[in-house]
C-alpha cells in the first residue's frame, strides 16, 4: 500500500525567505501523480502543484517549485519569496496512475506553514 | 467556470437529526469524491463516483452515511441519524482527464461544509 509522510509538522519562515517543506512516500507504482495543496485558514483546498512521474523535469508554478527524486521518493516543495498569504497547512498527495480507473489520493498529515512579517 | 460548489458552507444540528451535504462538480468532470477532514484523523476519502457510478465506498463510516449522484452536476451526502462524532468539515472534490492531452486534472475541491452536531 501507498503511504505518503510528512515529517515536519509546523514550519516558520520570515517574509521574503525560501522555505522547503519535505514529502516522501512509498510505493510499488511506475506511474503516478504527485500533488502539492494549500489550505490557508479559510479552509479551501488549492492545488499549489504537480508532477507526473514519468517526467523527469521538476515542476515550476511561480514563486513554486518542487525538486522531484524519483529513486529516493522524495517529493520537496520550495517556496520562494514567500508572502504573508503563504501561511497555510500544505498537503502533499500521491495518485498512481493506471487503467484500473483508481484515482483516489493518499494524503499525508500536512506541514502548518507560518509565514513571519 | 464557478468551481466546485459545496452547500451549505455550515451546519449546525441536533443530534439524531438528518443532515444532507450538496455538491455540483465542474461541468465536464468525470469523477467526484467526497471527503471528511477532522483534526485526529485528517483527510479520509468517504466515497467516489465515476460518471455517477459509485466507485469506491469503502470509506463510508456505517451504514448512517449515504452518497447519491443523480446526475452529472450533483451529488449529495447524507447523515442519518447525525452523531456528535460526525461534526467536521466535509469536502467534495472533482476531477477529470483530458481527453486531448491525457492529462490529469488533479482534483478541485469545493469550500467545504463544516458540520457540527451538538
Known amino acids: 500500500a501507498q503511504t505518503v509522510t510528512q515529517s515536519q509538522p509546523e514550519m516558520s519562515v520570515q517574509e521574503a525567505e525560501t522555505v522547503t517543506l519535505s514529502c516522501t512516500y512509498d510505493t510499488s507504482e511506475n506511474n503516478y501523480y504527485l500533488f502539492w495543496y494549500k489550505q490557508p485558514p479559510s479552509r479551501q483546498m488549492i492545488l499549489v502543484i504537480r508532477q507526473e512521474a514519468y517526467k523527469q523535469q521538476n515542476a515550476t508554478e511561480n514563486r513554486f517549485s518542487v525538486n522531484f527524486q524519483k529513486a529516493a521518493k522524495s517529493f520537496s516543495l520550495k517556496i520562494s519569496d514567500s508572502q504573508l498569504g503563504d501561511t497555510a497547512m500544505y498537503f502533499c498527495a500521491f495518485m498512481k496512475h493506471d487503467n484500473s480507473g483508481t484515482y483516489k489520493y493518499i494524503f499525508g498529515t500536512g506541514t502548518r506553514l507560518k509565514v513571519l512579517a | 467556470d464557478a468551481g466546485v460548489i459545496q452547500s451549505p458552507r455550515h451546519e449546525v444540528t441536533e443530534m439524531g437529526q438528518e443532515v444532507t451535504l450538496r455538491c455540483k462538480p465542474i461541468s465536464g468532470h468525470d469523477y467526484l469524491f467526497w471527503y471528511r477532514q477532522t483534526m485526529m484523523r485528517g483527510l479520509e476519502l468517504l466515497i467516489y463516483?465515476?460518471?455517477?457510478?459509485?466507485?469506491?465506498d469503502s470509506g463510508m463510516p456505517e451504514d448512517r452515511f449515504s452518497a447519491k449522484m443523480p446526475n452529472a452536476s450533483f451529488s449529495t451526502l447524507k447523515i442519518q441519524p447525525s452523531e456528535p462524532r460526525d461534526s467536521a468539515v466535509y469536502f467534495c472534490a472533482s476531477s477529470t482527464t483530458s481527453r486531448w492531452t491525457g492529462r490529469y486534472s488533479g482534483y478541485t475541491f469545493g469550500s467545504g461544509t463544516r458540520l457540527t452536531v451538538v
Open positions: 463516483f465515476n460518471n455517477n457510478v459509485p466507485i469506491d
